[in-house]
Nanobody, 120 residues
Framework: QVQLVESGGGLVQPGGSLRLACAAS????????VSWWRQAPGKEREGVSC???????FYADSVKGRFTISRDVAKGTVFLKMSSLKPEDTAIYYC??????????????WGQGTQVNVSS
């Protein structure tokens, strides 16, 4: 059973920053495409960013220029650095792994999610 674990969520003021991390419990993410999705209350899940196994990156228009996805190969971990956060970024953020990168099609392996609240 593949298990992904997200961390780094929390409460932050508008304009602030957070860094989310995603790791797999028993294997490495290095050979997978990893994406971040989010779901706000009452809304559908939205693809936010994705990084391929070759480190190509993709972003939703809503976060482009504010979020940065990256991979630490030594740690087998994928990060999402979120800056200039807005209240509308409030959501549960999920890490997703698969062999393809997509912000429109949900991948196979999901974490339990980490809550991000942007509020003053």
């Amino acid at each position: 059973q593949v298990q992904l674990v997200e961390s780094g969520g929390g409460l932050v003021q508008p304009g602030g920053s957070l860094r989310l991390a995603c790791a797999a419990s028993e294997w490495t993410l290095n050979y997978y495409a990893v994406s971040w999705w989010r779901q706000a209350p009452g809304k559908e899940r939205e693809g936010v960013s994705c990084i391929t196994s070759g480190d190509y990156t993709f972003y939703a228009d809503s976060v482009k220029g504010r979020f940065t996805i990256s991979r630490d190969v030594a740690k087998g971990t994928v990060f999402l650095k979120m800056s200039s956060l807005k209240p509308e970024d409030t959501a549960i953020y999920y890490c997703v792994a698969d062999h393809f990168c997509s912000l429109t099609t949900m991948g196979t392996y999901w974490g339990q999610g980490t809550q991000v609240n942007v509020s003053s």
